[in-house]
């Protein structure tokens, strides 16, 4: 059974530029979670989506992040516009029950320049 | 707001020593604390989850305990490999789901 897949593995931008990262969860698991790691700092709660509707958004920074799940399959979180603070690990995991063992993917390495 | 602290930071032990990492939690109203374990650029890899009503979790070498009341958990390793070198993570979940990660404690097995 194929894990939670991220990509891409590192994305290095601009600041002012717009980078899209993608989710792929384990098949049939209706919760995906979006956590995110600074430099220094400890992993912190995004948001989370149960199917394709968003349970709790109430980790995410600022208006310019958005994050989608259409059809509540693979998930889309978008930067836009990258600001040098949101440098850093973004992590994407699932789990089948709401409170239940989460399956973290490799995480997708942002670096905005 | 629940926070949550990992002692110590960073350790190393020689081949073969038991070890305790402890991670604490202001708040005791959890619904499970997990103990993840993340290698150097991959993702964290889930080992064990102890549920609010549970006292500890074992597996392998590996035992976790959860004092609620305290708001304490400790990872015990027994024999300390250097394949256990590695990022611990503790994160306590609420009854949402939503995890509050501490900021780890990164061990380092010597041979």
């Known amino acids: 059974e194929a894990g939670v897949t991220q990509f891409p593995s590192h994305s290095v931008i601009e600041k002012g530029q717009t980078v899209t990262l993608r989710c792929d969860p384990i098949s049939g698991h209706d919760n995906l979670y979006w956590y995110r790691r600074v430099m220094g700092k400890e992993i912190k709660f995004l948001l989370h989506?149960?199917?394709?509707?968003?349970?709790?958004e109430s980790g995410m920074p600022n208006n310019r992040f958005l994050a989608e799940r259409t059809g509540g399959t693979y998930s889309t979180l978008k930067v836009q516009p990258a600001e040098l603070e949101d440098s850093g690990v973004y992590f994407c995991?699932?789990?089948?029950?709401?409170?239940?063992?989460?399956?973290f993917g490799e995480g997708s390495r942002l670096t905005v320049l | 707001k629940q926070e949550v602290t990992q002692i110590p930071a960073a350790l190393s032990v020689p081949e073969g020593e038991n070890l305790v990492l402890n991670c604490s939690f202001t708040d005791s109203a959890i619904y499970n604390l997990q103990w993840f374990r993340q290698d150097p650029g991959k993702g964290l890899t889930s080992l064990l989850l102890i549920q609010s009503s549970q006292r500890e979790q074992t597996s392998g070498r590996l035992n976790a305990s959860l004092d609620n009341s305290s708001g304490r958990s400790t990872l015990y390793i027994a024999a300390s490999q250097p394949g256990d070198s590695a990022t611990y993570l503790c994160?306590?979940?609420?009854?949402?789901?939503?995890?509050?990660f501490g900021q780890g404690t990164t061990l380092q097995v010597k041979p």
């Open positions: 989506f149960v199917k394709e509707s968003k349970q709790d």
């Open positions: 994160a306590v979940a609420s009854n949402t789901g939503k995890l509050i």
């Open positions: 995991a699932s789990s089948q029950d709401r409170i239940g063992e989460l399956f």
